[in-house]
């Protein structure tokens, strides 16, 4: 079998296009792409931090 590899830093830029997507449609683009890598390093935080307690069990 070969290990899984871990992409979890993937998320970041992901939420920041997701952001991004919806300035362009909202014409607030700036705005929108802060706010889509903010909650991008947040989610990613907190899926790293949940990850490391079950792998410690």
């Not at 830029?13 to 449609?25: D, K, Y």
């Not at 903010?38 to 410690?56: A, D, E, P, S, T």
Request: charged letters at 20%.
């Amino acid at each position: 079998m070969t290990k899984k590899k871990n992409n979890l830093i993937l998320i970041i830029p992901g939420f920041l296009l997701m952001g991004t997507a919806v300035g362009i449609q909202t014409k607030d683009l700036f705005k929108q792409m802060i706010i889509g890598l903010i909650v991008g390093v947040i989610v990613y935080f907190f899926l790293k931090n949940r990850n490391n307690k079950i792998k410690n069990k």
